[in-house]
């Protein structure tokens, strides 16, 4: 045995420990990059918003007037469409996971529909604001409601709970699935007592940051035709509203400066709520996270 | 508890026979089963006739079949899909592998211990209770007297009394097996099914698990699958060895072990080959 030349060896050290702090470094720069883009967005929006920031802006309507305008209209109604989209979007979409883990056999048909489900994660939301405008707003007749954005939004983010809520049902170990069917358990009984309790913090993580996707999204809500100028607050699940983006997007259109400011108080409310949401889905991951 | 007094008729039905020195009843007689996994002949005109309150080894070299034969017996092989089989396992006189056959049913009375314990991630009582609350048990006080007496059966009672509502991945590996065989004890088979059951152990929860083995053939029919010779010596007391899909020889433990009549079980059993 004499493959490794130890001579060489020592005299590669050198080069090989060099690359090895090249490429950590590399990726170090990679992502204070990112960071960094992160830290001026916020600050940019801290210090030209937080002035815009008080009470009366919750409270008030939109206005002409930069000093009266408020996200009132638009937070409610954001909030409402959520009401909307969380019931709608996670029993399609878990129901459709757990169809597609548990019961469908592994043939063609399943993988194209899998393929399928992957592909419309990636369609443009606009695309998805066209299909909602067509077939809720005209055809159904729903007009420019809650109940046709939420639908609309529930569409868009389907794909992500599907295919997150798939991978949380297949995390879980088949050992568990034979102890139960082995004790004369049903399909159903095992996947109600032992498939979704040990996938539900996977499931929830998945879906809650599907949740923030849809309470950012604007593009679906300006094809649907939302309406920016709201003076009332939504009173039913068919009450015309508008929503948080489109409020910024349209202070963000105006001429007058001091919109800008209204605009990035705007942003700052929309980020504290997806923060929000995000911490909540990590509090749930780390709660009950199972070892296996 | 119907079960409980059916059991005990069973039991008296046994010392009877014991007395009488009647030959035991076969919980399973299986005729002619083959299998196939796909295209692969997995088994091969299985004939074997296991007989109740004895412990029954399953030896052969890996992929010989052996675990393939065990999870036949509650129908569990059904999971993989493109299983195929033929031939007739009549367990009690029913063949359950006839379509109407209940596999639900069949598994509440033929329970199955797997070769990594494999609790579910909840507390140890929920462990227990598990099987008995699919079955429609939803009394606490039943539920409670369940708990104790599978865990009692399973030799674990003292060891995990005082924390029963802890997560059961908490305990040792020795540990969770036996919880797995409380577990199977709590739906009252009339037959365990252990699929190289201490494979996973360390030698001290291996004597433990097989001291168990010893007692619970008192009340239950054992089948099983074992890698280790040794071990189907120490506690079984007929032998099966499989090879290639086939039922090589099936006789007394002690025969197979010290006077095999096919050469290959002697190559085996002496380590020639496996």
Wanted: a positive charge; glycine letters at 6%.
């Amino acid at each position: 045995m004499a493959y490794i030349n130890h001579e060489v060896v020592e005299r590669q050290m050198t080069k090989r420990r060099t690359k090895n702090t090249v490429f950590k470094n590399l990726f170090l720069g990679a992502t204070l990059l990112a960071l960094l883009a992160l830290v001026v967005l916020m600050y940019r929006m801290i210090t030209q918003g937080a002035g815009y920031l008080s009470l009366d802006f919750l409270q008030n309507f939109s206005s002409r007037f930069p000093e009266k305008a408020g996200i009132s209209a638009g937070l409610v109604g954001s909030l409402a469409m959520l009401a909307v989209v969380t019931p709608v979007s996670l029993f399609l979409g878990v129901g459709a996971a757990i169809y597609l883990e548990e019961y469908a056999k592994k043939n063609k048909v399943t993988t194209f529909i899998q393929m399928n489900i992957s592909n419309l994660a990636g369609v443009p939301s606009i695309v998805f604001g066209l299909l909602g405008l067509t077939i809720f707003v005209r055809m159904l007749g729903m007009g420019k409601s809650i109940l046709a954005a939420g639908l609309t939004m529930s569409l868009l983010i389907l794909p992500v709970i599907i295919v997150a809520a798939q991978e949380a049902v297949r995390s879980v170990p088949g050992s568990l699935r034979e102890a139960s069917y082995g004790m004369g358990a049903t399909k159903w009984q095992t996947i109600y007592k032992v498939v979704l309790p040990a996938a539900i913090p996977g499931i929830l993580t998945g879906s809650i940051l599907a949740l923030s996707r849809a309470i950012g999204e604007t593009a679906p809500l300006v094809v649907i035709g939302i309406p920016v100028i709201v003076q009332f607050l939504p009173d039913g699940i068919l009450s015309e509203f508008t929503a948080l983006p489109m409020l910024i997007f349209d202070w963000a259109k105006r001429p007058q400066e001091e919109f800008q400011y209204v605009a990035a108080a705007g942003i700052l409310v929309l980020m504290m709520l997806l923060i929000f949401m995000n911490s909540i889905a990590v509090f749930i991951r780390n709660k009950f996270q199972n070892r296996y | 508890m119907v079960q409980a007094i059916v059991r005990e008729e069973q039991q008296t039905k046994q010392e009877m026979k014991v007395l009488q020195n009647q030959p035991r009843e076969n919980v399973y007689e299986t005729n002619n089963l083959n299998l196939w996994y796909g295209d692969k002949h997995a088994l091969k005109d299985i004939n074997l006739n296991i007989q109740e309150n004895n412990v029954t080894a399953i030896i052969g070299p890996s992929g010989c079949g052996k675990s393939t034969y065990l999870k036949t017996l509650n129908r569990m092989v059904e999971l993989v899909p493109s299983v195929r089989t033929t031939g007739e396992i009549n367990y009690r006189q029913r063949n359950i592998l006839d379509k109407g056959y209940s596999v639900e049913e069949l598994r509440t009375k033929v329970g199955m211990v797997f070769q990594k314990p494999n609790p579910f991630p909840k507390s140890i009582y929920d462990n227990i209770a598990y099987g008995p609350r699919i079955h429609g048990i939803k009394n606490k006080k039943v539920l409670d007297q369940i708990v104790e007496q599978s865990l009692r059966g399973a030799a674990i009672w003292d060891e995990v009394k005082d924390r029963l509502h802890d997560n059961a991945y908490g305990l040792s590996g020795g540990q969770q097996q036996r919880i797995c065989i409380a577990r199977c004890l709590a739906i009252e088979p009339d037959v365990i099914l252990m699929d190289e059951p201490t494979s996973a152990l360390d030698p001290i929860s291996t004597l433990k698990v097989e001291e168990l083995v010893q007692e619970l053939k008192e009340n239950y029919s054992i089948i099983i699958v074992t890698h280790n010779m040794q071990q189907a010596a120490r506690i079984s007391d007929k032998t099966a060895f499989f090879l290639n899909g086939e039922v090589i020889e099936f006789d007394a433990t002690d025969k197979i072990f010290s006077n095999p009549s096919d050469k290959r079980t002697e190559d085996y059993v002496s380590g020639r080959f496996g």
